[in-house]
């Protein structure tokens, strides 16, 4: 045994990849910056079918939905490990609302930290139930946004004592950057694609931009949701090509569609004028994108979910009502056209990037992680 000072190490509980989706993408990114730091981390692995050969020798077990002896091997391997982290969303744990993670987290003996990445503020009867008795099972709770801790105080019988506000973490994406306002002048959305991201109101508000000269291009990127892929298909991808091409952008409007690595993604956000996000979500208190696009110094326009308003309401960025294509024109007809607009929020946004930095985020969990033990009176195996 060495003294809870030294390394604690984390096991991890949530998707991952080849799992695709920001749960997993946030995940295989922290647990690189805890092993970079020097701390064994492992992950659990939530799957809905098992995946052979995961690949990943980080992967200590698969925690199939549905399978109680699956929940039985995820404990056990989880048993190796100090500090369990555990990452919660409706619609990754099996269940009626992912009610399956609550037997996971009784079968826990030592402390776990759960991060909420959604919280609601109005939610249904089992919803909050869920939430409530994940959070009693938890020894802290991390939540990204003081939105979404305000709306764990008012919302559900929680003692908000244990959570703690964590951002998002973000690559460092500063360096190199081209200068802001190209001809044309490129606003980007990416991130995975489905009904409820906004991406029309991107488009309607694009056709209002032709007497700006030259006038901007609007790259989407990402691919449709693996579970939007398997309800629908491609057809929230369809209508947007189609109502483009009747608004007459169609030419003006480019769809990379596919899955791009880190670099590519980086690189592709450093080149963009503007960023925007015209989410329709009015509860979304956690975006990944959103703190992507903060870390990378980017101008920012988006619609007023909590997150936003909350990282970009004192100016950083230019926040907008939601489905309101006008009031979107209006605020990236002024980032193209205003002498100084872009460059004054790029400025603010690199302000602020520092603390959501990923080694630094990091840093914070693994200082919780050891403040948790030392209050049990534990050591680190």
């Known amino acids: ?28 990114a922290l647990v690189a910056q805890v092993r970079a730091r020097g701390h064994r981390a492992g992950v659990v692995s939530v799957v809905d079918e098992p995946v052979p050969g995961q690949g990943r020798r980080e992967v200590v077990a698969q925690l199939v939905n549905g399978s109680a002896a699956a929940r039985l091997r995820a404990a056990a391997a989880l048993a190796a490990f100090d500090v369990v982290c555990l990452q919660h969303e409706y619609g990754i744990y099996g269940g009626e ?17 759960t991060v909420l990445h959604t919280v609601l503020a109005e939610p249904l009867p089992r919803q909050r139930a869920i939430i409530e008795h994940v959070c009693a099972a938890s020894a802290r709770v991390v939540v990204m946004s003081g ?57 309607d508000a694009l056709a209002c931009l032709d007497d700006v000269d030259p006038p901007p291009r609007y790259v989407v990127a990402g691919r449709t949701h693996p579970k939007v892929l398997e309800r629908e298909g491609e057809a929230y991808r369809t209508q947007l090509q189609a109502r ?13 569609d596919g899955f791009l690595a880190r670099e590519s993604l980086l690189a592709l956000i450093r080149r963009a004028d503007v960023v925007l996000l ?16 903060v870390a990378s110094g980017r101008p920012i326009v988006a619609t007023a979910f909590p997150h936003a308003v909350e990282m970009l309401g004192d100016g950083t960025g230019l926040v907008v009502p939601h489905e309101k294509p006008a009031a979107i024109a209006a605020a990236l007809r002024r980032l193209c056209t205003e002498p100084g607009a872009a460059a004054t929020l790029a400025r603010r946004t690199a302000e602020v990037a520092l603390g959501l930095a990923w080694p630094t985020v990091a840093g914070r969990y693994v200082a919780l992680a050891r403040r948790v033990l030392s209050e049990r009176g534990a050591s680190v195996a």
């Not at 015209?278 to 696009?293: F, K």
């Open 1 to 28: 045994m060495v003294p809870v000072e030294q390394q604690p190490a984390l096991g991890f509980v949530s998707t991952y990849p080849p799992t695709v989706c920001g749960l997993a993408t946030f995940t295989q």
């Open 97 to 113: 609302w992912g009610e399956e993670v609550c037997a996971l987290l009784d079968a826990l003996p030592m402390p776990v930290i």
């Open 147 to 203: 939105a979404a801790l305000g709306r764990l105080r008012n919302a559900y019988a929680v003692d908000v004592s244990g959570a703690t506000v964590i951002p998002h973490g973000a690559h460092e994406n500063r360096r190199g950057q081209p200068p802001l306002s190209q001809a044309p002048p490129t606003i980007l959305t990416w991130g995975l694609l489905g009904p409820g991201k906004g991406i029309e109101w991107g488009i």
């Open 244 to 256: 483009a091409n009747v608004l007459g952008v169609g030419e003006r409007v480019e769809f990379i």
């Open 278 to 293: 015209p989410y329709d979500s009015r509860d979304q208190v956690t975006s990944g994108v959103l703190v992507e696009a």
